[in-house]
């Protein structure tokens, strides 16, 4: 399975991010995966953003919910990331990963998003 993030790259702040992966290889219908978003912000560790399931029920961050949206087109065979309102804080690469109940094993090569005016 292949994975591909798609972004904007720059935007302004307060602007509202789409991102989407595009998965290849594999169904994002399939069960037992859940289709992940995780990024890096600069000198930071990895960050679980949250997450669309085989069935299309998302999950978040509890930290970070109230300005993310995950989406998914299955039809497409992609998933998508929202953040609304972003910030300075919010420039990071971001990976789409595909996950399990126990790894994180295929991973897109990253987008980065950088926030400034």
């Known amino acids: 399975v292949q994975l591909q993030e798609s972004g904007p790259g720059l935007v302004k702040p307060s602007q509202t991010v789409s991102l989407t992966c595009t998965v290849s290889?594999?169904?994002?219908?399939?069960?037992?995966?859940?289709w992940t978003w995780i990024r890096q912000s600069p000198g930071k560790g990895l960050e679980y953003m949250g997450a669309?399931?085989?069935?299309?029920?998302?999950e978040y961050n509890p930290s970070l919910q109230s300005r993310t949206s995950i989406s998914r087109d299955t039809s497409k065979n992609q998933f998508t990331l929202q953040l609304a309102s972003v910030t300075p804080e919010v420039t990071a690469v971001y990976y789409c990963?595909?996950?399990?109940?126990?790894?994180?094993?295929?991973w897109g090569q990253g987008t980065q998003v950088t926030v400034s005016s």
């Open positions: 669309v399931g085989y069935s299309g029920r998302a």
């Open positions: 990963v595909r996950a399990t109940a126990s790894d994180y094993k295929y």
């Open positions: 290889g594999g169904s994002i219908t399939a069960k037992g995966y859940y």
